[in-house]
């Protein structure tokens, strides 16, 4: 109870890698997991530029390593959920899980209570990790198996010297002694500056740190092109592209997962833009970003650069979604796109806008086609080009505008719909774990546009 557990950060099935893919690399961290070495490290690093497959890897490895009997802790760092995927959130949420998981490290968390009950509180990630998960992985039986993942490390927070991000980085990577030897601790990220710096300062002292980079993995193209048939081939999948397509579109995404995924989906049903997006591949604009030349060619697809209005719309609900604290769905954004204008003037139907920018983009962000799933980048590659003028130059968006849209939208909310007893309670004089039916109270009487106002005006 007196630990953080963040829903929706852990394992998930549905982001696995395909079968008979990734073979090696996975064979390669299995091993490293299982071989018991005092001289090897316990942590392992995979690193690799946006859109390489890195976060596919670390849901299969802690999906087959579950299976096959180890106790793991996984936590998916997201640059969209700034909120809750924090560092501190992250070892907390560790420590829930091996908590659960084993009773002895659940008595070494009770024991840490004991001694401080202040010690899941305050931000020392340094504090939480020698207390939360160094000391109870002390009393784990010594055969028993334990993994900790983390997903991609650089969506963790900014980069700033003793930050969260800069401690959780000195405690992953520097601390692995501090863990038994039947823990192990495997990470992804892309090498980012302060990623490096640690890496390179480690190595320096401890040369058995396991790092492999993306760019080095053999059987990339073949594994991008069975992905490519499953989805687009005409011997299954769409039906939308012949055998020699596919092997085509594998071979431009220079192992680029999210490459080809979003060219599959922007494809869906419309075969002639075949070789309109092949163009936009990885190598063929050597002065871009990976993926920014493909993200380019479906915005001017979707969007008249030319057309102020549309221009306009577009920049307005793109600065909305990307400004969200947390994904919203289409109907919640709506309404406080509606509220969050600076006039008044609006009629019921102009909600409209939401749907006229959101209902061409279903190649880039989640939800666009259900009212009632949140909407949010597909790739975190989308976000950071999205907010660099440098990289998307007529399509940048500005994220002021969509916080102060939001602060506006988010006051008109609290005002119209705040009230005494929101949940229709039957006496304030009464703790609300002692209501009946509490959580199901709560859903009904608090929608979540209110629970979001009131969370994060401010």
């Known amino acids: ?94 420590a829930y899980t091996l908590g659960v998981g084993d009773a002895h490290f659940k008595e070494g968390l009770i024991r840490a209570f004991e001694e401080d009950p202040s010690v899941s509180s305050g931000e020392s990630i340094q504090r939480k990790w020698e207390k939360l998960i160094v000391a109870p992985a002390q009393r784990v039986d010594s055969t028993k198996h334990v ?141 871009l970003a990976p993926l920014d030349s493909l993200y380019q060619s479906i915005l001017t697809e979707c969007f008249d650069c030319q057309n102020r209005e549309a221009m306009k719309a577009y920049k307005n609900v793109m600065a909305l979604v990307l400004a969200m604290f947390e994904p919203l769905t289409k109907s919640s954004l709506k309404n406080f796109e509606l509220r969050g204008r600076q006039d008044h003037s609006i009629t019921a139907n102009e909600g409209g806008t939401v749907n006229a920018v959101l209902n061409f983009l279903g190649s880039l962000f989640t939800g666009v086609d259900e009212p009632n799933i949140p909407i949010k980048p597909v790739h975190t590659s989308i976000r950071d080009f999205l907010l660099d003028e440098t990289r998307s130059g007529v399509f940048v968006v500005n994220i002021v505008q969509g916080h102060t849209t939001l602060a506006r939208g988010s006051l008109e909310v609290m005002m119209m719909k705040l009230h005494f007893n929101m949940c229709s309670l039957e006496s304030s004089y009464v703790f609300n774990s002692q209501v009946m039916d509490m959580k199901n109270k709560l859903a009904q009487g608090i929608h979540h546009e209110v629970e979001y106002a009131s969370c994060f005006l401010g």
């Open 1 to 94: 109870e007196e630990l953080i557990f963040v829903q929706g950060a852990g394992i998930n099935g549905n982001k696995v890698c395909l079968p008979n893919t990734r073979q090696k690399i996975l064979k390669e961290i299995s091993d490293w997991a299982w071989k018991e070495d005092s001289k090897m490290s316990k942590t392992f690093l995979l690193c690799g530029e946006a859109g390489t497959g890195k976060s596919a890897i670390a849901h299969t490895v802690a999906q087959r390593l579950q299976n096959d009997g180890f106790l793991v802790a996984f936590f998916a760092f997201d640059r969209s959920l700034p909120m809750s995927r924090t560092p501190s959130n992250a070892l907390s949420t560790i």
């Open 147 to 287: 993994a900790i993942i983390l997903d991609a490390l650089d969506e963790s927070g900014p980069q700033e010297p003793d930050g969260p991000r800069d401690s959780l980085l000195s405690v992953l990577i520097a601390g692995e002694n501090d863990l038994p030897s039947n823990f192990r601790v495997f990470t992804t990220s892309r090498l980012e500056n302060d990623v490096i710096v640690y890496v390179e300062k480690f190595i320096n002292v401890h040369s058995s740190l396991r790092i492999q980079k993306m760019n080095n993995l053999e059987g990339a193209e073949d594994d991008i092109y069975k992905f490519v048939v499953g989805k687009m081939s005409k011997g299954g999948g769409l039906g939308i592209l012949d055998n020699t397509e596919c092997r085509a579109l594998a071979a431009k995404a220079e192992g680029y997962f999210q490459w080809a995924s979003t060219v599959c989906k922007a494809l869906s049903g419309v075969s002639a833009r075949f070789k309109e997006f092949i163009s936009t591949a990885p190598g063929n604009h050597k002065d």
